[in-house]
């Protein structure tokens, strides 16, 4: 069962940066969707970006431009650059992988549904 391990998260002010991290642990026998979601208390869960196996990207609208997600396959660790950031990009962002099965197609990694494993969280706060 994946482990997954967040850091990097902090305050910071509008306009800045920061870059989030989760050092994941997965079988190397299997493909997996990788991605970052965030929560805050006046929102539902939601999908900010995810990468394939094969390192095709996926971005919600509200951070397409701004944020750029990234892996280190031969460690399993997956990144969030930040930039720009918003007061409503305020919340928890939390880490999350799943299997990828080889006969999913090319946008199987944006289906929220998919993921069930999930690391804990790390806080960003966003202060205009």
């Known amino acids: 069962q994946p482990q997954l391990q967040e850091s990097g998260g902090g305050s910071v002010q509008a306009g800045g940066s920061l870059r989030l991290s989760c050092v994941a642990s997965l079988s190397s026998h299997a493909n997996y969707c990788m991605a970052w979601f965030r929560q805050s208390p006046d929102k539902e869960r939601e999908l900010v970006a995810a990468?394939?196996?094969?390192?095709?990207?996926i971005y919600s609208d509200a951070v397409k431009g701004r944020f750029t997600i990234s892996k280190h396959n031969a460690d399993n660790t997956l990144f969030l650059q930040m930039n720009m950031l918003k007061s409503e990009d305020t919340g928890m962002y939390i880490c999350s992988a799943d299997r990828r099965p080889f006969w999913g197609k090319s946008d199987y990694c944006s289906n929220t549904l998919v993921y069930n494993f999930w690391g804990q969280g790390t806080q960003v706060t966003v202060s205009s």
């Open positions: 990468i394939d196996y094969n390192g095709t990207t």
